[in-house]
């Protein structure tokens, strides 16, 4: 089963810290993913990469840098967290080209990250 | 750029009652459609799929199928059951892979 992981399922963290989710997949998939997901707003994209050391700008990268050093791990960075980036944060991988074959994208459980 | 647009819930329905959540998207491509499905408590995870037009996806007794015409691909079920309450999320892959907002979908007994 493919399988991806983040490092945690819960966090509270203060305004102003530098804060790290982590994210690592096993399926040796190209692709990778950050959303947030916001009630009335569904998954807004964040940041993603389809390759070690590169990364794309989603919908929403204000505030949030990315960092892929390995193929199977992809971590979203918040440099000085703000009360606004309360949400849930979802990690998703996929293999490369996920339009033109017959496959899909594979989700991790979140990280709801509390900002005080 | 490339979008989705989905029908705002909540729904609630009873048990056995018809599901339909409208589900339009905007591309300048050939993009793979999707429904993904959001359990209470768990993460997400494919429902079904579609990747060219006039394909018609299938799981659990879900259907959807991929309207190049009308851009469209809506999900249906002709008889739900108190375990299909759940979120429902769109979504659309082409370079990247965008999603609706989502439909809250609660069916009681």
């Known amino acids: 089963d493919v399988k991806v992981t983040q490092s945690s399922r819960y966090l509270v963290k203060r305004t102003g810290e530098k804060v790290f989710l982590e994210c690592v997949q096993d399926?040796?998939?190209?692709?990778m993913f950050w959303y947030r997901q916001d009630p009335g707003l569904g998954l807004r994209l964040i940041y993603f990469?389809?390759?070690?050391?590169?990364?794309e700008k989603g919908d929403i990268p204000e505030g949030y840098s990315v960092s892929r050093e390995k193929k199977e791990r992809f971590s979203l960075i918040l440099e000085s967290a703000s009360t606004n980036q309360t949400s849930m944060y979802l990690c998703?991988?996929?293999?490369?080209?996920?339009?033109?074959?017959?496959?899909?994208?594979?989700f991790g459980q979140g990280t709801r990250l509390t900002v005080v | 750029g490339d979008s989705v647009t989905q029908m705002e819930g909540p729904v609630t329905l009873s048990e056995e009652a018809f599901l339909t959540i409208n589900c339009t998207y905007t591309a300048t491509g050939y993009p793979s459609l999707f429904w993904y499905v959001q359990y209470p408590g768990e993460g997400l995870q494919l429902l079904l799929k579609a990747t060219k037009a006039d394909d018609k996806g299938s799981n659990k007794g879900f259907e959807a199928t991929y309207r190049k015409e009308t851009t469209s691909f809506h999900l249906e079920k002709g008889s739900v059951q108190v375990s299909d309450s759940a979120v429902y999320f769109c979504?659309?892959?082409?370079?990247?892979?965008?999603f609706g907002a989502g439909t809250t979908v609660t069916v009681r007994a």
């Open positions: 990469s389809y390759d070690v050391k590169m990364k």
């Open positions: 979504a659309l892959a082409d370079y990247k892979l965008s």
């Open positions: 998703a991988s996929s293999p490369l080209m996920i339009e033109q074959l017959n496959t899909e994208a594979f």
């Open positions: 399926m040796d998939h190209e692709n």
